[in-house]
């Protein structure tokens, strides 16, 4: 067979496999889609389809197609950490920044350092550390890793629960908002490369510059002109933070933050996160599973990332009742708001897949970070779902 038609083949089984699974076994009410295709990238990986059908596998993704694969998923993973950027309300969380700030800091801060404890007892056995990572790094992307909340992920949940466009909703958007900043932040410390301190000052100041006259000229178009003015900057800036050494993802996200979202209007904001979801992620999800490994032992992983899942989701909700106390919220309140904060998968990938391709974690942590995102993620509908029940039923009977 040609190289084209096994690309294709490649193509038809990333994309046909994972919606069939998701369709004939009704996961919708667990999982939106884009977790059942994460799932399938990782049985489509080495360590389970690899390990099975290993001529099969070695068939299909062979080197030349993995290779073509991973130029869409770079594409795709820009497009979508860009939009993830744009969609940031930052003036709203300003206008209620006591109770955003109060709320955020703790949602992300206990978790952290509940993260981080639990970086610290993988640690004591090796094999969790990357060649490149010092300690501090592989502590603190851990740490950030149980406290991340998936932005896009969360409004999809949110919009099937009924309650993005309700108060609540618009509440955690803030809240997940803001953590989303302190995620980048924390990365582009970990990221800091003082053999590159000079490249990467140049690079903070030309995007200051060039993000305010981007700013003015966008102003000044049309919407037309809008979007292939704003894909160009988006590229300009990947490429930049990459030379600089900060990772090109994080020039992605930079590139959208300082950007509008209502200069390309919210529908068509919407309609675009759902085009790249659908025609393109599913090949950033298998190249993610591409990069699992299980060298230490399946059961060693799952123990692992069981030990980070407890970090995450009982850092989280801790973090939120404490806030909730605060604040004067209802405990059902506070803990609708932090199991909706649960939701970690694709950016947390994101984020792993980048102290992965910085050698700050091995293959082995990688893939107990990349299941506990998925079971974070998973347990946020049905848990989440009686408790916004309850809490509609309550604002019914106040009005």
């Not at 094999?127 to 592989?138: D, F, K």
């Not at 032992?297 to 123990?303: D, K, N, P, Q, S």
């Not at 904060?341 to 994101?350: D, F, P, R, V, Y």
């Amino acid at each position: 067979m040609t190289l084209t038609e096994v690309y294709l083949i490649a193509l038809l089984i990333i994309f046909a496999l994972p919606w069939l699974a998701w369709r004939l076994l009704r996961l919708d009410y667990w999982a939106p889609l884009v977790v059942v295709q994460i799932v399938g990238g990782i049985l489509l990986g080495p360590g389970v389809l690899g390990a099975a059908f290993p001529e099969y596998y070695a068939f299909v993704f062979r080197p030349e197609v993995i290779q073509s694969l991973n130029g869409v998923a770079w594409w795709a993973v820009m497009l979508f950490v860009w939009v993830a950027g744009i969609e940031l309300d930052l003036a709203t969380a300003w206008k209620h920044r006591a109770e955003t700030g109060i709320t955020a800091s703790l949602a992300l801060g206990v978790p952290l350092l509940a993260g981080a404890g639990a970086a610290m007892i993988l640690l004591q056995w090796p094999g969790w550390r990357g060649p490149e990572g010092e300690t501090w790094q592989v502590v603190l992307g851990l740490g950030m890793a149980c406290a991340v909340t998936a932005l896009p992920i969360l409004i999809l949940l949110m919009d099937k629960m009924g309650i993005l466009r309700r108060q609540m909703g618009q509440r955690v958007l803030r809240y997940a908002s803001l953590d989303d900043i302190a995620i980048w932040a924390v990365l582009a410390l970990i990221l800091l490369d003082f053999a590159r301190i000079g490249r990467q000052a140049v690079f903070v100041i030309g995007f200051a510059l060039t993000a305010w006259a981007v700013r003015r000229l966008m102003e000044r178009i049309n919407i037309e002109e809008r979007w292939p003015i704003a894909l160009i900057w988006l590229i300009a800036v990947a490429l930049a933070a990459d030379w600089s050494g900060l990772h090109y993802m994080v020039g992605a996200f930079l590139a959208g933050v300082v950007l509008e979202a209502r200069w390309f209007g919210e529908e068509a904001m919407d309609r675009f996160r759902a085009v790249v979801l659908l025609t393109v992620m599913p090949v950033f999800f298998l190249s993610t599973g591409l990069r699992t490994a299980w060298e230490g032992g399946g059961l060693i992983v799952f123990g692992a990332a069981l030990l980070l899942l407890a970090a995450a989701v009982g850092g989280k909700l801790l973090g939120v009742q404490i806030a909730g106390r605060i604040l004067g919220w209802t405990r059902n309140e506070a803990s609708l708001i932090g199991w909706l904060l649960q939701t970690k998968a694709l950016i947390m990938i994101i984020f792993a897949n980048i102290l992965l391709d910085k050698a700050i974690i091995t293959s082995t942590t990688f893939t107990a970070l990349l299941l506990m995102a998925v079971m974070s993620t998973m347990l946020t509908t049905p848990l989440a779902t009686p408790l916004a029940k309850r809490a509609h039923a309550r604002m019914d009977d106040e009005a």
